[in-house]
């Protein structure tokens, strides 16, 4: 019921803006759609994964921080 | 087309991004008493860092920080490194709609789920980022001198109840600590400051940056050095680093004769709009960044679907109070290093090498990039 709420409210909200823009260049229509998409997906996961994990890019570097000091990195 | 902020206007912005969610927070409470030590440390720390964002700024002058960094790197690198600080800037707003969320919800609304304040948090926030920087500044201006005049009557409220001897014995466990606390207020909030480039696209005299970056952080600096000094005197250096929210909770002790109290909730409105425009730049920064990074001029019609991920986000990176408090205390992180010293340090060295040839293949007076 939820996921239905946010699939439908994301829907609304990016037919609205897309609506209200002046001029509507491909390009810029596909790349808003693109991320608009991504963002109710996000929305969807963290809704139903339990403890989402977050990717950790930096994480050899902050490892070596945290062996400087105490709470480093993190 | 290009915004220009008054000086004024700009400043008042970089005090309230400093100032920000970072009030309530126990913030350098690694140096226990030498709390004051710890902020003076940060601030020389910090100073020659927050020179090195002006003068990049000014040698910048007369174009925006994308186009500037494209004239130092080239179309392609310049457009990777917009896509990182844009992927930054909206991991730091997604920290703060959950700092802010996450404490309204701890003292006051603990029934009320965080995704519906970050939505309402979210809304506003779409409706001023579109409005761009100068709707963004003149907004900063207008509420820091609110901002300030509360907290200022809440710490000539609160003088009757320091303790200065709270702040003794001075660094009984040496420099250390005191160094570790300076290390936590580099890293949140004053270095976070680097994000102030992507949101500026100019400013009236090539020398303002200096006067909306260093009066501005300093400013901020002091608001915190005096209210978190003063959290401390008031509640003593042990229980200062115990609590969640010790400003908070110092400021709770204000009783004058039972006739005002309570005015805890007044500083909890100036926490909520200091974070507010801490996500509005974060949020800016990212659209700005982020249409740079994919070669678009306008950057309005990014700023909805970046906000609205905000708000899972917000869930994402911290779900819990403590982790919060681990987020907002920790020391420099990786993130930290690179973002908020080596790419700006590159960037000056290669700004300054640019300005020199340019200055010896032309023998005039070259004074930017």
């Not at chain 1, 002046?22 to 991504?38: F, I, M, T």
């Not at chain 2, 309570?262 to 909890?268: D, G, H, P, Q």
């Amino acid at each position: 019921m939820v996921i239905a709420l946010v699939i439908v409210s994301f829907i609304a909200v990016g037919t609205v803006e897309i609506w209200r823009w002046p001029r509507r260049s491909w390009q810029k229509v596909v790349v808003y759609l693109v991320l608009l998409a991504a963002a109710a997906a996000f929305s969807i996961l963290i809704l139903t994964v339990d403890e989402l994990p977050v990717p950790g890019i930096l994480g050899p570097l902050d490892e070596l921080l945290s062996s400087f000091w105490p709470g480093g990195g993190a | 087309m290009k915004e220009i902020v008054p000086d004024k206007q700009g400043m008042a912005l970089v005090t309230l991004f400093v100032v920000g969610n970072t009030l309530v927070f126990a913030l350098g409470g690694r140096a226990g008493a030498d709390i004051w030590l710890a902020f003076l440390t940060a601030i020389v720390l910090a100073a020659p860092f927050i020179l090195l964002f002006a003068r990049l700024t000014s040698l910048m002058h007369g174009e925006t920080f994308a186009a500037g960094v494209e004239k130092l790197f080239g179309k392609w690198p310049s457009r990777i490194i917009a896509l990182l600080y844009a992927g930054y800037a909206w991991k730091l707003g997604c920290l703060v709609v959950s700092d802010v969320t996450h404490f309204i919800q701890t003292v006051s609304l603990p029934t009320t789920p965080q995704t519906v304040m970050a939505l309402a948090f979210g809304v506003l926030v779409i409706w001023i980022v579109k409005g761009g920087i100068e709707v963004l500044a003149r907004f900063g201006s207008l509420m820091s001198r609110g901002v300030f005049s509360v907290l200022f009557i809440a710490f000539a409220l609160l003088i009757n109840r320091i303790d200065l001897g709270q702040f003794m014995p001075v660094m009984y466990n040496g420099f250390g600590p005191v160094l570790e606390g300076a290390l936590q207020l580099i890293d949140f909030p004053f270095l976070e400051t680097v994000l102030l480039f992507w949101i500026f696209d100019g400013f009236h005299k090539k020398n303002s940056a200096y006067k909306v970056f260093v009066p501005g952080f300093l400013v901020g600096a002091l608001i915190l050095f005096v209210m978190d000094c003063t959290s401390l005197a008031v509640l003593g250096a042990d229980r200062y680093g115990i609590f969640y929210f010790p400003i908070f909770t110092a400021i709770a002790r204000i009783d004058v004769s039972t006739f005002l109290t309570r005015l805890e909730s007044i500083v909890a409105v100036t926490f909520a709009v200091g974070s507010f425009v801490k996500i509005a730049v974060c949020l800016l920064a990212a659209s700005k960044a982020l249409a740079y990074a994919l070669g678009f001029d306008d950057y309005r019609f990014l700023v909805t679907p970046l906000v609205l991920g905000t708000i899972p986000g917000s869930r994402w990176f911290v779900a819990t109070m403590m982790e919060i408090e681990a987020s907002a205390t920790k020391t420099i992180s990786a993130t930290t290093f690179l973002y908020h010293l080596v790419f700006p340090i590159t960037f000056w060295i290669l700004a300054e090498v640019r300005l020199y040839l340019r200055k010896r293949n032309k023998a005039g007076k070259q004074r930017d990039i």
